[in-house]
Structures are given as structure tokens and as C-alpha cells.
Nanobody, 125 residues
């Protein structure tokens, strides 16, 4: 599976963006998808994940209630809807898939591969 993340940009605090993670390959629907982000000078951190079937999601506490992860397997695409954005959300956002087919939701980047190139989200105050 190859992934490409896009949809980032510059937005004012309180605004919204929707990130997309487009996948190539017929097996996308068999993999849990995770979104991670990396701010300048900081380590990559987990944001959210959606199970391979789309039936389960998990959001990190820092984005809970503001971000929503989803997927459309018919379009080989996962999404991250980001509302009420804050300056501290500024980062490069990456999507990735679990290393194992039909694996559960995990929060460690070590459990994911096929990382997309990332898309920059900048939130101004």
C-alpha cells in the first residue's frame, strides 16, 4: 500500500481543515489507518486511528472532540476532519497503515509503515 496525504494549509485558530489520505493498492481496506503529526523540534505523535473495517476509531486526548477520523474503503481514502484548530495543532501530518493485516488500533508509530509524505498544517493565532 502506498499512501499520499494532502489537504493541509494555513488556517486561523478556530478554523477547520480536512486531511485526506489516498491509498493505492487493492488491500487498503485490510489495514488500520493512523494519523500522526510532528511539530518542529518535537517527536512524531499519534493523533487518531480507524480500524480496517471503519467500525472502531480512537482519538488522542489532545484532539478528542475536535478531530474526527473516518475512512471510505470504496475510495481507498481515509480522512481526518479537524475542527476548532489551535496553534498547537501546527505540524506536519502523516498517515500510515498498520504493519499487519486487520490489525487493531495501536498508538505507536513503530506499529505502522507505508508512511505518506506528510502535509503541513499551520494554525495562526
Amino acid at each position: 500500500v502506498q499512501l499520499q496525504a494532502f489537504g493541509g494549509g494555513l488556517v486561523q485558530a478556530g478554523g477547520s481543515l480536512r486531511l485526506s489520505c489516498a491509498a493505492s493498492g487493492r488491500t487498503f481496506s485490510s489495514y488500520t489507518v493512523g494519523w500522526f503529526r510532528q511539530a518542529p523540534g518535537k517527536e512524531r505523535e499519534f493523533v487518531a486511528a480507524v480500524s480496517w473495517s471503519g467500525s472502531k476509531t480512537y482519538d488522542e486526548d489532545s484532539v478528542k472532540g475536535r478531530f474526527t477520523i473516518s475512512r471510505d474503503n470504496s475510495k481507498n481514502t481515509a480522512y481526518l476532519q479537524m475542527n476548532s484548530l489551535k496553534p498547537e495543532d501546527t505540524a506536519v501530518y502523516y498517515c500510515a497503515v498498520r504493519k499487519v493485516i486487520r490489525g487493531g488500533i495501536m498508538r505507536s508509530a513503530d506499529d505502522y509503515n507505508s508512511w505518506g509524505q506528510g502535509t503541513l498544517v499551520t494554525v495562526s493565532s
